[in-house]
C-alpha cells in the first residue's frame, strides 16, 4: 500500500511510519517541521511542507495513495485558549483544504489523529463512544469540527475515515530509535524524567486536593506503540470495507500523578523533586478510556499495559538518546 502520513516527523507519526515501514507499506511523509524532526523520519520518502498549501497537496496526492494517515494538529490546550486562530487554521481549515485535495484524487479512505479533548468534562469514568462532546477550550472544538467535517465527507463523497481519540500518548520506541521530544515539553512522564536526568530542577504537581485516593489527578496513559498498532488496525477495517467509525483508545486503567512519580524514581533510580502548585483550570480529576469498542470491532489490544514499561521504554530514550 501507498499511504501518506501527514505530520510524520512527529511524536506519534513518526513511530507509525516506522510501523508502517514493517509493514512493507511504500510511506510518504509530509511535515513542516515547526515541532517534527526530519531525523525521525526513518522509511520512506519525506517532502517539507505544509500540508495546509493546496498546490502542494496537489502535487503530492497526483502520485496515487491508498490512504492518508493525519496527525499533524497543533496540540497544546493552554496555547489553544491564547491563540485559537493558529489552532482553528491548523487543525480545521488546513484538514479541510486536504480532504478537498483528497476528494480531488479520489482517494477514499483518511485515518484521523483526534481526542479526548472533545468530551470536555466527563460526566462519568470511565468514558465511552457516547459520552457528550462538549469540549472546553479551542484544541478540543478543532478536533470534534474535524470529526464532524469527517461525516458530512463520507456521506457527500464517500471518503472513510477512523477517528482514534487517544488519551495520554505516552512512553517510547521499544527498540530505542524513537521518542518524545516537543519544544516546550508540557507532558508529565517526559517532565518527570527531564527531571530525573538533571535537565529540569523538580516536578510541578498542580494540586493534591482531587476526589482522588491519593489527591492528585489520575490520567489512562496509553503507549504510543499501542496507538500505531490501532491506526494500522483502522486502516484494515477500512479496506475490508467498513463503515467509518470513532474509537475511544487507552489502557483502561488510570494512574495518578503520585503514582506516576514513584514509578519513575524507581526505574531511573533517582530521586524527583517536586514542588506543589496551584490546579489548573479545566482539569478534571479523571479521565479513563472505555476502550471496549475498539476491542471488539477492531481485535485491538494494549500490549504495554504496565505503566512500569511505558516509563522504562521513555527513560530508555531520555537517557541515551535524547541529548
Not at 477512523?162 to 520506541?173: E, P
Not at 518527570?192 to 510541578?204: D, E, F, R, T
Not at 485516593?213 to 475490508?240: E, F, K, M, Q
Request: glycine share 8%; proline share 4%.
Amino acid at each position: 500500500m501507498k499511504i501518506l502520513v501527514i505530520g510524520g516527523a512527529g511524536y506519534i507519526g513518526s513511530h507509525m511510519v516506522k510501523m508502517l515501514g514493517q509493514k512493507k507499506c511504500y510511506v510518504t511523509t509530509l511535515d513542516n517541521l515547526a515541532s517534527g524532526h526530519r531525523d525521525a523520519v526513518l522509511i520512506g520518502d519525506f517532502v517539507q511542507g505544509d500540508y495546509g498549501d493546496p498546490v502542494l497537496l496537489d502535487s503530492l496526492l497526483a502520485r496515487g495513495f491508498d490512504a492518508v494517515m493525519h496527525f499533524a494538529s497543533l496540540i497544546q490546550v493552554a496555547e489553544s485558549v491564547q491563540h485559537p486562530d493558529d489552532y482553528y487554521r491548523n487543525n480545521f481549515v488546513n484538514t479541510l483544504s486536504l480532504l478537498n485535495s483528497m476528494k480531488k484524487h479520489k482517494i477514499k479512505y483518511f485515518i484521523f489523529s483526534s481526542s479526548a479533548a472533545i468530551f470536555g468534562e466527563p460526566i462519568y469514568n470511565p468514558i465511552d463512544e457516547t459520552h457528550t462532546q462538549l469540549p472546553i477550550n479551542p484544541y478540543g472544538r478543532t478536533k470534534l469540527m474535524v470529526e464532524q467535517l469527517l461525516g458530512d465527507y463520507d456521506r457527500a463523497f464517500g471518503i472513510k475515515s477512523v477517528c482514534l481519540r487517544y488519551f495520554n500518548a505516552a512512553g517510547a520506541d521499544p527498540e530505542g530509535q524513537l521518542g518524545e521530544r516537543h519544544n516546550p515539553e508540557t507532558h508529565l512522564i517526559p517532565l518527570i524524567l527531564q527531571a530525573a536526568k538533571g535537565k529540569l530542577s523538580h516536578i510541578n504537581v498542580f494540586g493534591r486536593d482531587y476526589d482522588t485516593p491519593d489527591g492528585t489527578c489520575i490520567r489512562d496513559y496509553i503507549h504510543v506503540n499501542d496507538i500505531c498498532s490501532a491506526h494500522w488496525l483502522a486502516l484494515l477495517s477500512l479496506l475490508r470495507g467498513e463503515d467509518s467509525q470513532s474509537y475511544n483508545l487507552g489502557n483502561g486503567n488510570g494512574f495518578s500523578v503520585k503514582e506516576i512519580i514513584e514509578t519513575a524514581e524507581k526505574v531511573t533510580g533517582q530521586i524527583i523533586f517536586q514542588v506543589d502548585s496551584p490546579r489548573r483550570d479545566g482539569d478534571p480529576s479523571r479521565l479513563i478510556a472505555d476502550s471496549r469498542l475498539a476491542h471488539e470491532r477492531l481485535g485491538w489490544r494494549p500490549q504495554y499495559t504496565e505503566i512500569k514499561n511505558i516509563i522504562e521504554h521513555a527513560w530508555r530514550w531520555e537517557r541515551f538518546f535524547n541529548i
